[in-house]
């Protein structure tokens, strides 16, 4: 089915569309690489009188190194853009392997990162490992820009503290201490994962400060936060065998409903199962800064 | 503001300059085959999962089924009717056909083009590489061994143009 009737705008600066969102208020949307947009627009289950396409916006655009070594991503940028892209590959390689597992590639070659977050479908693979690594975003409003952690902009389910008239600008992953290493692993039967787990390792004395976010699960990443504090500073092999044993439990009490993807209980088990092959795939890769 | 603008989209089409007079709501597809009478890209998910309407612009797969065709605008946009003649077929229609990788052809121009556009960022890619690049391109027939096949055919040949140049 086509969408309903509506008119495209397409300003080229963030101040313009800004502009034109404040001006259409709930009848205006934010437009990116549409592949979710426009699923529901098709479907008229959502449908506004004015598109305002941001990717005319070059503002928007590309990828460039913060000076504490960490990112700084466009919100336009692409899930193909950022699996390929030298400085993510250099400096997130995990990141970068997210990305090339998000969807297929026309999703990707399409899909926007700032699309993805503000979408805040729970399906999602990008959240949980941002989370992790404390990304934060910038986004920028009638009185201005404001800055605010990922997880903190995550609401729920289709939910997130982004004002109507708001646009992301972009996200910023702060640098890492030397050493630090980060894995990912998500598992579903249909489009979309079931359950995604990040898993992120500073070094810490003898072994590591782990952070292990869950995604896709329920409304918003969820910290594993026992098991983090059962495994901080353990030498590896130690840090994987509490993580072996304690993982059941601790998947035991992220929330969790049945649904076409899976019992709860199957689902919890799936975070049993990638926390762990997380984990590895974390200590297994390169250190992520020098 | 309650008119809706009819706009003027001009790109390159299977490398020709092309334009259509369009709503902003139209999508690629729909432009595709009705206004310019190319068949190739079928609409069928109509979700962006299963890559049968495929097409690709500026070399890259999309879902012309889940893409604006005011988007377009000032892009190149292959779809197979670009691809190939029937006298001197694209070497990855050959492949496809010496392999018979298809059945009933429905996601056949889809899975083409997606293939050019893998070889070209990668002209030897593995066996790996080609199944991860493919996912979303669905054969109901279940043909997907013979597909594989004619674009490891493909990757074979390649890499020994990446060897002897
Ligand atoms: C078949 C299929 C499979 C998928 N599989 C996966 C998967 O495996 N993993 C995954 O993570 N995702 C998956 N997705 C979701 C995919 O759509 C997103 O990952 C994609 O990045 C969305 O970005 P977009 O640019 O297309 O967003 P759009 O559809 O353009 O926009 C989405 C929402 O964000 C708003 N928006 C966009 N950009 C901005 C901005 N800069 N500022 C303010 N608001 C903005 C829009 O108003 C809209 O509400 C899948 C989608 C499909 C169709
Ligand atoms: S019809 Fe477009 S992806 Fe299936």
Known sequence: MLPRRFNLHRPDRIEDAVALLAEHGDDASPYAGGTELLIAMKA????????????????????????????????LTTHHELANHSLVLERLPAYALLSANVANIRVRAAGTLGGNLCFAEPHADPPAMLCALNAELVLAGPGGERRMLLAEFILGELSTARATGEVLVRIEVPGLPAGTRAGYRAFGHLERPAVGVAAVALPLGKGFDWRLRVGSICGRPTALAGLEKAMRGLPEADALAVLAEGAEQAAAAVEADDDIRGSAEYKRHLVGVLARRAARAALGMEALAA | ???????????????????????????????????????????????????????????????????????????????????????????VQQAFIEHGAMQCGFCTPGMVLAVKSLLAAEPS?????????????????????????AVMDLAKRGARLKTNP
Do not use: W
Request: glycine share 10%; hydrophobic share 40%; charged share 20%.
């Open chain 2, 1 to 91: 503001m309650n008119d809706i603008a009819v706009m003027d989209v001009t790109f390159t089409l299977n490398n020709e300059p092309a334009s259509a007079r369009i709503e902003p709501r139209e999508l690629l597809i729909d432009v595709l085959r009705e206004n310019f009478g190319l068949r190739g890209a079928k609409r069928s998910c109509d979700l962006g999962v299963c890559g049968a309407c495929t097409v690709l612009v500026d070399g890259l797969p999309v879902s012309s089924c889940s893409t604006l065709a005011a988007d377009v605008a000032g892009r190149s946009v292959l779809t197979i009717e670009g691809l190939g003649t029937p006298q001197a077929l694209d070497p």
């Open chain 2, 125 to 149: 890619p593995t066996e790996e590489q080609v199944r991860h690049y493919l996912r979303g391109n669905i054969c109901r027939c279940t043909g997907y061994v013979k597909i594989i096949e």
């Open chain 1, 44 to 75: 008229r289950v959502l449908s506004y009188a004015h598109i305002v396409d941001l990717k005319g916006i070059a503002a928007l655009r590309g990828v460039s190194a913060r000076s504490d070594g960490g990112l700084i991503i466009g919100a």
